[in-house]
């Protein structure tokens, strides 16, 4: 952090030489002449930081959020329009699709190509899928269940025989 009289004596300094702090960040960010520069490591190297501050400042968090809702808006779009073509191979037409044509359909498979092309909108519906509880509750749980299934691939646990310990698991 800058201490204030130094932060002072610079955007004095800036003043008398008529440029704003907001052109010199602007300026120094769109001139490819500073590419290399160490003032665009700073940058690159605070950007959170600095989007965060955009964000919680009284003056800018407004346009901040707006301007990251149309990002976001854009980049969904984009997404959608490639999950949507033809070459991606996820098109059919519901009036005429019979149940042979569904059950071909496999989740993971859909999962992976969404996850591929589409990582914003996958993020998205995480997000929105995990604001219920119960439907949370229950990915947790299927999770949890495929991560044991991966563990013990070759074993089966089957209902012990009577007078057996509960605990006791038998090879399948």
């Known amino acids: 952090m800058v201490p204030s009289v130094k932060l002072h004596d610079i955007l004095d300094h800036m003043d008398n030489l008529g440029v704003t702090s907001g052109e010199l960040f602007v300026a120094l960010l769109c001139n490819n002449n500073y ?14 930081e600095i989007l965060g501050s955009l964000h919680q400042h009284p003056r800018t968090r407004n346009v901040t959020i707006a301007w990251a809702e149309q990002q976001s808006r854009n980049v969904y779009a984009s997404e959608i329009l490639q999950l949507t073509d033809k070459k991606v191979n996820l098109h059919f037409n519901a009036t005429n699709t ?4 569904m059950q071909d359909i496999e989740i993971n498979d859909l999962t992976e190509k969404m996850i591929q092309l589409a990582p914003g909108l996958w993020s998205l519906f995480d997000v929105l899928l995990s604001a219920d509880s119960k439907l949370n509750y229950m990915r947790v749980w299927r999770k949890s269940q495929q991560q044991q299934k991966e563990k013990e691939p070759d074993e089966c646990v089957l209902p012990a025989p009577v007078g057996a310990h509960p605990t006791t698991s038998f090879p399948a």
């Open 35 to 48: 590419i290399q520069a160490g003032a665009i490591t700073s940058i690159a190297t605070c950007a959170t």
């Open 98 to 101: 019979i149940e042979e044509r």
